[in-house]
T-cell receptor, first 115, second 113 residues
Framework: AQKVTQAQTEISVVEKEDVTLDCVYETRDTTYYLFWYKQPPSGELVFLIRRNSFDEQNEISGRYSWNFQKSTSSFNFTITASQVVDSAVYFCALSVLYNFNKFYFGSGTKLNVKP | DAEITQSPRHKITETGRQVTLACHQTWNHNNMFWYRQDLGHGLRLIHYSYGVHDTNKGEVSDGYSVSRSNTEDLPLTLESAASSQTSVYFC????????????FGAGTRLSVL
């Protein structure tokens, strides 16, 4: 069975602080895909990144970076120099090769960035 | 620009009424999905479709139904609304290829009184 755990329910930081959102996944499949989505206060879900299990290279996109570690089954998301506009709920999700259209979502982490 | 739209954005209904939530996508995606979002549960899959006339049950399908008569639309029907179905509902679509990224609509907030 597949499972995604986002243990941090809510995080509050002050603007310009760095913050890391944790995502731990469980699967016995060797080929799988990991995703992060952002849900701002307006409500829509915005796709941020997709990673497959064979690509452990960390990725950086502006102030966002992702650390994928198969050894600890984690796919953590770091925001550097956070801004108020980063305030949102962030979801981590997993899908596996044999049924890659089915997503398993974590319960989400609400990030509050205060000015 | 291609998009996925949900309507209505907000809906209040009474227990026992039939309710239909609309989802329309212009991406020409084969796959469409309905999720509900509840505090502490993240997103849970209700129903999904891999193409016209194809529908499948997700993990929380009881009390819901869908039909897919064309590529663009996947309406979600609550046969007899219950207070437990008060939630935010999201529609998503994807190409169905190996890229498998799901793109979401803005959501419908449903209150069943």
């Amino acid at each position: 069975a597949q499972k995604v755990t986002q243990a941090q329910t809510e995080i509050s930081v002050v603007e310009k602080e760095d913050v890391t959102l944790d995502c731990v996944y469980e699967t016995r499949d060797t080929t799988y895909y990991l995703f992060w989505y952002k849900q701002p206060p307006s409500g829509e879900l915005v796709f941020l990144i997709r990673r497959n299990s064979f690509d452990e290279q960390n990725e950086i996109s502006g102030r966002y970076s992702w650390n994928f570690q198969k050894s600890t089954s984690s796919f953590n998301f770091t925001i550097t120099a956070s801004q108020v506009v980063d305030s949102a709920v962030y979801f981590c999700a997993l899908s596996v090769l044999y049924n890659f259209n089915k997503f398993y979502f974590g319960s989400g982490t609400k990030l509050n960035v205060k000015p | 620009d291609a998009e996925i739209t949900q309507s209505p954005r907000h809906k209040i209904t009474e227990t026992g009424r039939q309710v239909t939530l609309a989802c329309h996508q212009t991406w020409n995606h084969n796959n469409m999905f309905w999720y509900r979002q509840d505090l502490g549960h993240g997103l849970r899959l209700i129903h999904y479709s891999y193409g016209v006339h194809d529908t499948n049950k997700g993990e929380v399908s009881d009390g819901y139904s869908v039909s897919r008569s064309n590529t663009e639309d996947l309406p979600l029907t609550l046969e007899s609304a219950a207070s437990s179905q008060t939630s935010v509902y999201f529609c998503a679509s994807s190409t169905g290829d190996a890229k498998n990224i799901q793109y979401f609509g803005a959501g419908t907030r449903l209150s069943v009184l």
